[in-house]
């Protein structure tokens, strides 16, 4: 693909913004409704494993487009097209301005207000989708875009699964998902809404501490969500609330019953904020003296 590419005789490649799990995201031109949108585009090559990768591009079309939610990407279009030879699905979502968090946090970690900010518009997003029946399976930095109000939303939702056993798609035998930021249920093959509230718990220690909980390769990083505990949170940033700590601790605790619900999660994270990060009380102004002479006979009667 290239700039100035039309797909479908439509979307106009404008120039790459970036590689999702599978496939380029292009920013595009839609003419029918002069609008920018974001085109994720998959090349085909003709095999199974395309067969595979298209049904999940297909799955995320449905499962997104199915959604409305601020925090949550619109999914506009999903398609086909020939290009050079080979035919390209294409998905068509809102274009979001902003940057995905993963590279917001390649400048370090982030104040705790707007961690903690970031950390409930995801949670507002995956209360929906679970409500909706759908677990994402994938939360991590780059799957979140902050957007420069300070929103962030979730993308990417290839990998969902849904309660629809229809709409699921499973490889037997490959790990679904990303390493680091993998609930230990998931490590074998079991998710529900709860596996995700661990991988927002992994989210926001990065974003409070300024690195992931868990290092290390594939099966080091298995043995580590499994089997040992993070550091604690303060002792990476003493100034962080120690309500904030006991969240996401809760987040990632190992048995998934222990983990809090995502409007929990929204609920607690607002009353930490407000507690310690809300609006100022109102400041004293400055005190004003004024020297006042009065004869002893004035005084007498005032008082």
Known sequence: ???????????????????????????????RVDRKVAVKVLAGDGGADHDRQVARFAREAAVAGGLSHPNIVTVHDFGSAMYDGRLHAYL?????PGKSLSTVLEAGRLPLSKAMYTAACVADALEAAHEAGLTHRDI???????????????????ITRSSDARHDITTTGVLIGTPAYMAP????????????????????????????????TSWRLVNQHLNEQPAPLRTLRPDAPAELERLVSRLMAKDPAQRPASADVWA????????HFGAAPPSRGKDIAHNINVTAAEATDGA
Not at 196 to 205: A, E, F, K, Q, R
Not at 268 to 275: A, H, M, V
């Open 1 to 31: 693909m290239q700039a100035g590419t039309v797909l479908d005789g439509r979307y106009r490649l404008i120039q790459p913004i970036g590689a999702g799990g599978f496939g380029q995201v292009w920013k595009a031109h839609d003419p």
């Open 92 to 96: 068509v979502m809102q274009l979001l």
């Open 140 to 158: 991590k930095p780059s799957n979140i875009i902050v957007r420069s109000s300070g929103e962030a939303t979730v993308v990417d939702f290839g």
């Open 185 to 216: 249920e998931a490590l074998s093959g079991t998710f529900d809404c709860r596996s995700d509230m661990y991988s927002l718990g992994c989210v926001l220690y990065e974003m409070v501490t300024g690195q992931r909980p868990f290092t290390g």
């Open 268 to 275: 607690t994270l607002k009353e930490i904020n407000d507690r």
